[in-house]
């Protein structure tokens, strides 16, 4: 963390993550000056208004006067306001005024994945590319799309939903109801389900295939092939140069990595033999955070 770039201070970014609110101030050159986190133990809506609050005041967002952008799981609305549609997340905080509540009328706001390929795209590992992927692996598989070197948000800001395409017909419906979801596939919400209750996370389902594990290595690389055949579907459909793998699954390393490139080589198109890049993102925990505060500096790229 740097702290002796105050000056050069550019924007305020918040990010309400399932059980934590974390918060950056973002220098021009995309060095964080100051960060804070606060537990929420994912305890309702209050709880995150209160953290929200608690992070706005220790990072001195009224008096810095700074542009400040705030981001969440869910759609946010035609004007950024608020996050419009949720979900099954953070109930209560639908349609909810943060520029009002924080005291900073120049409060923005935007999906969390979003917000991650924006600090990729700015300060990350898609700096200079026209067309990524970026893939958030965690409780839950979300996603967001850079084309033509902005990022592509869609009709209702509902583009980059990538963990939500159907892989399997007659699958459990996931929470947006299409059947067989990638999600559903690698998700560590499904880890439980998927391994016939055997195993409670993706890290005890990962040290058991390294492990030699005969169920769990069936159970994973069913999931790593799950996301080869999602990541290949989207090289036909969007042609990406790169791939951005991040969140807690992507802990797993080469147990996810390597697995991951031998199913690529037997399902991705590559013309003349050239295929897209998958590689870690550069921003771990403060990735939405940091592409929040991108958005409210109002770098698209």
């Not at 306001?81 to 120049?106: K, Q, S, Y």
């Not at 005969?214 to 140069?241: C, D, F, K, M, R």
């Not at 996810?256 to 050239?274: I, Q, S, T």
Request: charged content about 15%; some cysteine; overall charge negative.
């Amino acid at each position: 963390m740097n702290t002796n770039g105050s000056s050069n201070a550019m924007s305020v970014g918040i990010d309400l993550g399932g059980t934590m609110v974390k918060g950056v101030i973002l220098a021009s050159d995309g060095q964080i000056v100051q960060e804070c986190t606060r537990d929420t133990n994912d305890s309702g809506a209050g709880a995150f208004k209160t953290e929200v609050l608690a992070v706005a005041k220790e990072l001195d967002v009224q008096s810095r006067g700074l542009p400040v952008g705030l981001c969440a799981p869910g759609l946010a609305d035609d004007s950024n306001t608020c996050i419009a549609h949720m979900p099954g997340r953070l109930e209560g905080l639908e349609g909810f005024d943060w520029g009002e509540f924080i005291g900073v009328d120049n409060t923005s706001v935007l999906n969390d994945a979003h917000a991650a390929m924006l600090a990729e795209a700015n300060f990350g590992a898609a700096q200079g590319k026209k067309h990524a992927a970026l893939l958030t692996l965690g409780t839950g598989v979300g996603g967001a799309l850079l084309i033509d070197g902005k990022l592509h948000t869609g009709w209702l800001n509902r583009a980059g939903h990538l963990g939500h395409m159907s892989q399997q017909p007659f699958g459990e419906a996931g929470i947006v109801g299409l059947p067989g979801t990638l999600e559903m596939a690698i998700g560590n919400s499904t880890v439980h389900k998927r391994s016939h209750g055997r195993f409670d996370s993706t890290k005890a389902l990962v040290d058991a295939y390294l492990e030699g594990h005969t169920w769990a290595t069936l159970v994973w690389l069913e999931s790593v092939q799950s996301l080869a055949l999602g990541l290949s579907s989207l090289v036909n459909i969007l042609s990406p140069e790169i791939f951005l793998l991040s969140g807690g699954i992507t802990k797993a390393e080469d147990a996810l990595f390597d697995p991951l490139a031998d199913f690529m080589d037997l399902v991705e198109w590559r013309p003349g033999g050239a295929g897209a890049l998958i590689q870690q993102a550069h921003f771990a925990a403060q990735a939405g955070a940091v592409g929040a505060a991108c958005f409210a500096a109002k770098l698209s790229t």
